[in-house]
C-alpha cells in the first residue's frame, strides 16, 4: 500500500527556475523523508523532517511539513541541470524502528539548461 | 567504505529458474531491506531484516525468500522465476536505532524471459 504520494508526476523547468514536489500521507508518522535517484542510479537520501519541525533547510533544499494536512514539499531553489533526477519521498511504515520506509511513485523532474 | 554492494548488476533469467540476489553492507547497520521498482510503481517493500536471524515480510513478499545469518549479508533468492518478477532490485540498510536514513545499493536489472 502506498502512503505516499508525489505531486506532480513529471515537472520541466529551466535552469536557474524553483522547482517544487508535493507529498500526500495517510497515517500518522514521527518523520518524512526525501531521496533523490539519478538515472540508473540508486535512491540517494536528501533530507529528513521530523514529525515536530514544520520547515527545514539543506543547501538549495527546502522541505516543510504539515500533518494537520499529511503533506510534505520539497522547494528545491535555482535549478541546476544536475538536479534532473527522480524525487521521492518516504514515511515509516509501523511502529518502532524497524527501518521499513514506504515510498511514493516519484516526481520526475528535469531541469533544462 | 564501500557502502551497500549489490550483485550481480544485470540478469536475465528464464522462467522456472532460481537464482540468488547478494547484498553486502559495511556500515555494521542493524536494518536490511529489499525493494523492488518497476514503472509507475514507485518502490515496493519485498523483505525486511532488524538484525542477524531476524527476517520479516514486506508488501510483496510472494516469490522471495531471504535470510540474515550475518550482519552483514541479506541475501534475496528467487525461488522460481516468473515474468512478474522482472524489475529492478534494490538493497538498502540503516543504522536503526531511531536513525531511519537509508543506504542504497545501485541496484539489480533483473529480466525474466
Known amino acids: 500500500s502506498q502512503q505516499g504520494e508525489e505531486d506532480p508526476q513529471a515537472l520541466s523547468i529551466q535552469e536557474g527556475e524553483n522547482a517544487t514536489m508535493n507529498c500526500s500521507y495517510k497515517?500518522?508518522?514521527?518523520?518524512l523523508q526525501w531521496y533523490r535517484q539519478n538515472s540508473g542510479r540508486g535512491l540517494v537520501h536528501l533530507i529528513l523532517?521530523?514529525?515536530?519541525?514544520r520547515e527545514k533547510h539543506s543547501g538549495r533544499l527546502r522541505v516543510t511539513l504539515d500533518t494537520s494536512k499529511k503533506s510534505s514539499s520539497l522547494l528545491i531553489t535555482a535549478s541546476r541541470a544536475a538536479d534532473t533526477a527522480s524525487y521521492f519521498c518516504a514515511t515509516p511504515d509501523g511502529s518502532g524502528n524497524t527501518g521499513k520506509l514506504i515510498f511514493g511513485q516519484g516526481t520526475t523532474l528535469q531541469v533544462k539548461p | 567504505n564501500a557502502g551497500v554492494t549489490q550483485t550481480p548488476k544485470f540478469q536475465v533469467l528464464k522462467t522456472g529458474q532460481s537464482m540468488t540476489l547478494q547484498c553486502a553492507q559495511d556500515m555494521n547497520h542493524e536494518y536490511m531491506s529489499w525493494y523492488r521498482q518497476d514503472p509507475g510503481m514507485g518502490l515496493r517493500l519485498i523483505h525486511y531484516s532488524v538484525g542477524a536471524g531476524i527476517t520479516d515480510q514486506g508488501e510483496v513478499p510472494n516469490g522471495y525468500n531471504v535470510s540474515r545469518s550475518t550482519t552483514e549479508d541479506f541475501p534475496l533468492r528467487l525461488l522460481s522465476a516468473a515474468p512478474s518478477q522482472t524489475s529492478v532490485y534494490f538493497c538498502?540498510?540503516?543504522?536503526?536505532?531511531?536513525?531511519?536514513?537509508?543506504?542504497f545499493g545501485s541496484g539489480t536489472q533483473l529480466s525474466v524471459l
Open positions: 523532517i521530523r514529525s515536530n519541525e
Open positions: 538498502a540498510s540503516s543504522y536503526g536505532q531511531g536513525e531511519e536514513k537509508l543506504f
Open positions: 497515517t500518522s508518522i514521527n518523520n
